[in-house]
């Protein structure tokens, strides 16, 4: 028992006695632009991303609605969704265009991957997910 109580205060010693506080440490030091000196032109604000809402129904969870955030609704429509991604893709929308999938908390996970698929198969490269709604 005595050896064992030994280690601790040894240890307890250690541990109180090994760490430095030097005043700078914990801070990252960074060298931004002064303020109003931009590094390029301000971002284009028409540029946004094309949004998927999975809503899941209150009564059913197992079911699903997609909707575009341009007014556009699929129903269960998995199908209809990439042909309208594509449809976009067509009209000229490039490939790095952001696509953001947010579904809601009650949204199953096979519907999430399958409006990726879908974003996918209409050969959008840069998907996104969002945090799940309440």
């Not at 931004?32 to 971002?43: I, R, Y």
């Not at 490939?95 to 999938?101: G, K, N, Q, T």
């Amino acid at each position: 028992m005595t050896p064992m109580i030994d280690i601790v205060f040894l240890l307890l010693i250690f541990f109180l006695l090994s760490p430095s506080a030097d005043p700078g440490q914990g801070y990252l030091t960074t060298n931004l632009p002064k303020s109003g000196q931009g590094g390029g032109p301000p971002p284009d604000i028409r540029y946004r991303a094309v949004e998927i809402e999975l809503q899941a129904p209150e009564a059913n969870t197992r079911d699903v609605v997609i909707v575009l955030k341009d007014g556009r609704c699929f129903g269960r429509n998995f199908a209809g969704l990439m042909a309208a991604l594509a449809d976009m893709r067509a009209r000229g929308l490039p490939a790095d265009h952001p696509v953001l999938i947010r579904p809601w908390m009650a949204c199953r996970h096979r519907w999430v991957v399958r409006a990726f698929d879908a974003a996918v198969a209409a050969r959008f490269e840069n998907v996104h997910f969002a945090v799940p709604y309440l």
